[in-house]
């Protein structure tokens, strides 16, 4: 027995010298191949694209410059800011932020997408934009502006030589059309959701339209032996808005909005809401900061599918509503809020407060928080259906319920250490 053990122990001795020899020689080709892919007196790059671009492709197609994980440890920080332009596309808009050496070459540049491009075309878009706008950190890297070659194509050239004039036969109106499904199930239970819609609208420099119909159905199927539990939610919805620009600062508006809606217990839902806003900052600076407030009075008119709780089957009402949100985007991070109040002029008890909060944040190198939450106070439930709703309806969701408050809240921490530099990348295994 004893020489077994003694043999067992020798074999189980000599695997782990031969597992730890291997992972030596592991970690001596990491730390070579990781090595290898800093370069020297390259500048130290941070992108900051918050889920708006393909940072993989970026790393793969810019391969001279040293990325590294926190801005803090940057020479060079890349801000992306994307805002929906007037034909359904995207501007966005590129920020470069110069430390260290580079202190004080800040610059920003654009790149507009229209709604017919793919996603390769737009990252093969957005990737020029950031390789021009790095070059003029370059001035420091011989080594690596000696290997840069700069092709140009005048975009204005034609045999003729004569610059084509473009005309827009749709003068700005753009048309979306969307409709779709989801489904699953499985023996005892199958789930449909099923959507459409159409949306048009036309946005220049002093006026703003939107109108949209969208529609949706869901259908859950549950069986139970031989029961079957059939639950169905069906929905529609309408809305035309038009904004006109008073000054750089203030603006006008009127939103015109319809529901027809199952669970809300409304045959239908009207409103129309003239409302006029403040921006404390020029909309012209919205992708940097907008801090707005806007007031609105608007007359409703209710017709409910079932009795409510006020003994009413359809009225007329007026509804104010005061609100200011607010956006920033700073080197720190990003910050989303907004404060909504509403009460009936009738009966200012009938009232309701929400407040909403979006934080991205890194408190300082390496370490990053996330928060996002919404809370509601709820005093103005006046298309609750007087019967209730049954076990079932509760169950599955059929009927809108009583309630004081409504939230929801996400948050989040991160810490990151080790190496500073962050550009391999390395799909192998990556799919699952």
Known sequence: MTKWLNSKTRQLKAS???????????IAIANTDSTASVLKNAPKVFVDCNYYCDLS??????????????????????IMRVQETASGGNEYQIQFLGFNDFNGLNFTLNYITDPTQTDAEIRAGYLKIIQTGLLPFLYKSKDVLSLINIDYSDPNAKESGEQEVVTDKWRNWVVDLSAGGWTNGQSSTSMFSGWGGVDVRKIVNKWKYIFSLDFNYNENKFKFGETTVLSIRRSKSGLAKVVYALSPKWSAGLMIDAQNSTYNNYIVNLSAYPAIE???????????????????????????????????????????KLGMSARLVKKWGSLNSSVIASNYLHNFDLNRLSVYTSLRWRIFKGLSFN????????????????????????????????????YWANAGISYTFGSIYNSIVNPRFGLD
């Open 278 to 320: 403040y921006n404390i900052f020029p909309y012209t600076e919205s992708s940097k900061h907008i801090v707005r407030i806007y007031y609105g009075v608007s007359p409703i008119y209710n017709q409910y599918e079932d009795t409510t709780i006020f003994n009413q089957t359809e009225e007329f009402l007026a509804q104010q």
């Open 371 to 406: 928060l996002s939450g919404e809370i509601s106070f709820i005093r103005d439930q006046i298309n609750l259906p007087k019967q209730g709703a049954s076990y079932e309806e509760v169950l599955l969701s059929q009927k809108v319920l009583a309630t004081n408050y409504s």
């Open 57 to 78: 492709y970026i790393k793969q197609n810019i391969t001279w410059v040293n990325y590294v994980r926190d801005r803090k440890l940057a020479d060079v920080q890349i």
């Open 16 to 26: 782990m010298f031969l597992l730890v020899n291997i992972f030596s020689v592991f």
